[in-house]
């Protein structure tokens, strides 16, 4: 589980088709302390360390995970937002994250929003339902509150963000080129909310 406060930005080293995806991620952790198994989400995708450095890591993505995330995210060059696993007792400052990409959304526009900027986003059909104004979404592993939902003729839906200056300096969102996609995370609790509606209209 994750929580949505990016704590890093890393860079990926290297990516190395083996049987899986490998790639080496440069980073600013302090990796003695980091076990060999353990879950970094890497731009909101829970990723298993490998191999480990004093300041990089080795992940494998299977096929599955980089046809389910965000294309052109994992190439050499690409910076990454970092999180490690939540442990118990530590703070809960964004909401409850578990590190599965439920879709791949695309920037529509960013404009300046007094000294934040407005973010409209696409997001598939599938997620349409999931995103209410006011509730939370995942992008690219950070955490942030869905200001607008607006349905699209095609069943897709745009939803507004705004990032403040914080935020952005503290992630990859200080670069924003056009239709960049995203990985989406859903609410924990709009996913199960989902999958109970689904099996009611089923049994109807």
Known sequence: MFTGIITDIGTVRSAEQRGDL???IGCAYAMDGV????????????????EKGAD???VDLSAETVARTAPGLWV????LNLERALKVGDELGGHIVTGHVDGVGHLVSADSEGDSTRLVISAPEALAAALAAKGSITLD???????????????????????????????TLDTLPAA????LEI?????YLDRMQSLRNRSM
Do not use: K, M, Y
Request: net charge neutral; glycine share 10%; hydrophobic share 45%.
């Open 187 to 191: 609410d924990v609790l709009a996913r």
């Open 141 to 171: 592993g950070i955490s942030l509150t869905v200001n607008s939902v607006e349905d699209q003729p095609d069943g897709s839906v745009h939803f507004g963000l705004n990032i403040i200056p914080h935020t952005a300096i503290a992630t």
């Open 180 to 183: 960049r996609a995203f990985n």
């Open 35 to 50: 076990a060999i198994g353990a879950s970094i989400a890497c731009s909101g995708a829970c990723l298993t360390v490998v």
């Open 56 to 58: 990089w890591f080795a």
């Open 76 to 79: 050499e060059g690409r910076r």
């Open 22 to 24: 490998r790639l080496v």
